[in-house]
């Protein structure tokens, strides 16, 4: 597996407390993602990156922050958590963000929002 | 709009059966396509992408452009193959937001 972590792998949490889940890679790609993976839906993207300090939204981006002050780390944070958040989410990252690149994944973290 | 579409949610075969997993896809113009495999207990990961024409486990991608389709097959299926598949594309200008399908479970039944 490529060095990628995710943190907490699991959580439950209250209807509008915040939650920030982690991703750590240590490959030094300059490309990270976070997406939910949801029945139905398969994975979507929530936010991705494509440098230190340079975000940008996907395709289900409210709800949702994200920050990435190190090439390392890629948090995302909900700010009010809400049970349509209950989902697993994935971290992935890639090389060069082409569109011939290959994306490696975390774990996941199983998100509950009670 | 773009979307990759796997029109089957559940697929159940007989080991040693031929398996075809469809995906279609919506985009105009040529994207770069892949099968991306979740094996259970594992991490989502790469089975082939169409640029490399690579056979992975026995699995090949033909793309048809003309029905904008990716299926995967493979002509014997193995109950290791038991895994969610996921079918998804990459513009090929500003590649890097890949979509994905929602994905298709393969169950090989021995």
């Known amino acids: 597996d490529a060095g990628i972590t995710q943190s907490p792998r699991h959580k439950v949490t209250e209807t509008g407390t915040p939650v920030t889940l982690r991703c750590h890679q240590t490959e030094n790609h300059r490309y990270m993602y976070w997406y939910r993976q949801d029945p139905g839906h398969g994975l979507r993207l929530i936010h991705y990156?494509?440098?230190?300090?340079?975000?940008d939204k996907g395709e289900v981006s409210d709800g949702y922050s994200v920050s990435r002050s190190k090439t390392e780390d890629f948090l995302l944070t909900l700010e009010s958590a809400t049970s349509s958040q209950t989902s697993v989410y994935f971290c992935?990252?890639?090389?060069?963000?082409?569109?011939?690149?290959?994306?490696?994944f975390g774990p996941g973290t199983r998100l509950t929002v009670l | 709009a773009q979307r990759v579409t796997q029109p089957e949610k559940l697929l159940s075969v007989f080991k040693g059966a031929p398996v075809e997993l469809k995906c279609n896809y919506s985009?105009?113009?040529?994207?770069?396509l892949f099968w991306y495999v979740q094996y259970s207990r594992q991490r989502l990961q790469l089975l082939l992408r169409h640029i490399s024409r690579e056979s992975i486990k026995g699995f090949t991608a033909d793309h048809n452009k003309g029905e904008t389709s990716f299926h995967l097959k493979k002509p014997f299926a193995q109950e290791e193959d038991s895994a969610m598949y996921y079918c998804?594309?990459?513009?090929?200008?500003?590649?890097?937001?890949?979509?994905f399908g929602a994905g298709t479970r393969l169950f090989v039944k021995a």
């Open positions: 990156s494509y440098g230190v300090k340079d975000t």
């Open positions: 998804a594309l990459s513009p090929l200008t500003g590649g890097f937001k890949t979509i």
């Open positions: 985009y105009s113009g040529s994207p770069e």
């Open positions: 992935a990252i890639a090389q060069s963000g082409i569109s011939t690149d290959t994306q490696y």
